[in-house]
């Protein structure tokens, strides 16, 4: 948990002194001026893991595969996720920042920060990937995971349709509903333990 908070003290920082800067804009457009067209199809693809239908879709799949094994997580993740979800598009409507004004790969409705995809797949992959290894007794699927949400983040830039500061600020947030889910973990445990309906 200590390097979670740590990553996410990072990301905010970093957010923080570009924002401060006023450089979000000047990064933006040489990150996505500058992209590989070659990749474009690659990216458009891969964002659709960063997007509320799929990891919703994902969330009920894996929540059902592990709910015999471990009952708090199958409700935990989910729960967490979607609280994740909701928090970001209430941020969208409190700052209501618009989207680059570029020709974006994608269509995107809504405001541009923080960043959904970024918030919820930080947040969601990484309470898999702890609840894996937890289990599974291995760090790969950290690795796998972290690689995956890094790839997401980039996507939005590259699809020109979110800010570098949008990006990390969501990475960011979604790692901060992590830590709060893990915290929220062993009371989890004790509702299961004392509701019949469970």
């Not at 997007?51 to 595969?65: C, D, H, Q, R």
């Not at 471990?70 to 920042?97: D, E, M, V």
């Not at 996507?155 to 889910?181: A, C, E, M």
Request: net charge positive.
């Amino acid at each position: 948990m200590k390097l979670i908070i740590i990553i996410s003290i990072i990301l905010l920082t970093l957010a923080t002194i570009i924002h401060i800067k006023k450089a979000d804009k000047q990064y933006f457009r040489f990150l996505n001026s500058n992209r590989y067209k070659s990749l474009d199809t690659f990216f458009i693809f891969l964002t659709q893991f960063g997007a509320l239908w799929f990891i919703g879709i994902f969330n009920v799949i894996f929540a059902y595969f592990i709910y015999d094994i471990n009952q708090k997580w199958a409700y935990l993740i989910p729960i967490i996720t979607f609280s994740c979800s909701g928090s970001n598009t209430l941020l969208k409507y409190i700052f209501k920042r618009k989207r680059p004004n570029v020709k974006a790969l994608v269509i995107e409705n809504g405001y541009s920060f923080p960043s959904g995809h970024s918030m919820v797949s930080s947040c969601f992959y990484t309470l898999i990937a702890i609840f894996l290894s937890t289990v599974l007794k291995t760090n790969i699927f950290i690795i796998i995971t972290s690689i995956l949400i890094i790839l997401i983040a980039y996507s939005r830039i590259h699809l020109g349709v979110h800010y570098p500061v949008d990006i990390l600020t969501g990475l960011s947030l979604g790692l901060i509903f992590t830590i709060i889910g893990l915290k929220t973990l062993p009371y989890m445990e004790i509702l299961l333990n004392n509701n019949p309906f469970f």
